[in-house]
């Protein structure tokens, strides 16, 4: 069982140029979202989906872009990278309602130079 | 203010020890409440969710106040494997807002 599985783990990107991760999930969840996490912080909504085709602005969403063309993948685009986006990035994946926690990739490692 | 607040310790503690870990949020709405671990350059796993009444999981007790909007998690007889970092996890309208965590190291 995969669950969420997140690509890269690891990269490092210079200062303006792009890239995407992938977030890709095998347990049929409605729902996909996006975090980040910086050291000594708790994790920051990005963005989320609610289902195939549909995306919504989280907490901090500027800088960044999603896709949601197919129910089991979420990409996260970032158009010019700058090194305030250094961060640990986390997908997650959870069925509809409220009273479903969140299954989390293993996470993206991204430095920004 | 925070929407979800966490004393950030760090706690440190004996094997053995009982350990409380309480959390507060600000919007009485919130639906659901959950407590995450997240080891040391890991990811979050979902520890338990927090129901109104209270509930146990064999050493771990969540429970839940909405009349004063927090929520505690109870570690009993703490092994040397409970070293984490717990995150309180408050959800409402599909989307959970997440405390900074609090860091738990358990000693020999």
């Known amino acids: 069982n995969a669950g969420v599985t997140q690509t890269p783990k690891f990269r490092v990107l210079k200062t303006g140029q792009s890239m995407t991760l992938l977030c890709a999930q095998d347990m049929n969840h409605e729902y996909m979202y996006w975090y980040r996490q910086d050291p000594g912080m708790g994790l920051r909504l990005i963005h989320y989906?609610?289902?195939?085709?549909?995306?919504a602005k989280g907490e901090v969403p500027d800088g960044y872009n999603v896709s949601r063309l197919k129910k089991q993948n979420f990409l996260l685009g970032l158009e010019s990278a700058a090194p305030s986006q250094t961060s640990v990035y986390f997908c997650a994946s959870s069925p509809p309602g409220q009273n479903y926690g969140y299954t989390f990739g293993s996470g993206t490692r991204l430095t920004v130079v | 203010r925070k929407e979800v607040e966490q004393d950030p310790g760090p706690f440190n503690v004996p094997e053995g020890a009982t350990v409380a870990f309480n959390c507060t949020y600000s919007n009485s709405a919130s639906q659901s409440f959950f407590w995450y671990r997240q080891d040391c350059r890991k990811e979050p796993k979902l520890l338990m969710s927090v129901y109104s009444s209270g509930n146990e999981d064999g050493r771990f007790t969540a429970q839940l106040n909405r009349a004063s909007q927090y929520i505690s998690l109870l570690i009993r007889d703490s092994k040397l494997s409970d070293s984490a970092t717990y995150l309180c996890v408050v959800k409402y309208a599909g989307k959970s807002t997440f405390g900074d965590g609090t860091t738990l190291t358990v000693k020999p």
């Open positions: 989906s609610v289902g195939e085709g549909t995306t």
